[in-house]
């Protein structure tokens, strides 16, 4: 499953590797900083969060607000 993150070094496409209320793991070539605000878009679901860690080829974002996914369609599953 893909999505795309914004931030403010730019926009990339990424590859979602665990998704749940609270957050996302995420694969990507250059995975934003640690501590950088993100937006997470998949569909039309646009989230706010920020990267809580960072690792070479991966990162976790931690949404600023836990999320419903009954709320949000098809997209987000």
Request: glycine content about 8%; hydrophobic content about 40%; aromatic content about 10%.
């Amino acid at each position: 499953m893909e999505a795309t993150i914004i931030s403010i070094d730019g926009t990339q496409i990424v590859r979602i590797r665990d998704l749940s209320r609270a957050g996302v793991q995420i694969a990507c070539e250059y995975p934003p900083q640690q501590g950088c605000e993100v937006i997470f878009c998949r569909g039309k679901v646009f989230v706010a969060a920020q990267v809580a860690w960072r690792e070479e080829r991966c990162a976790g974002l931690e949404f600023y607000q836990p999320l419903d996914p009954a709320q949000h369609g098809p997209e987000w599953r």
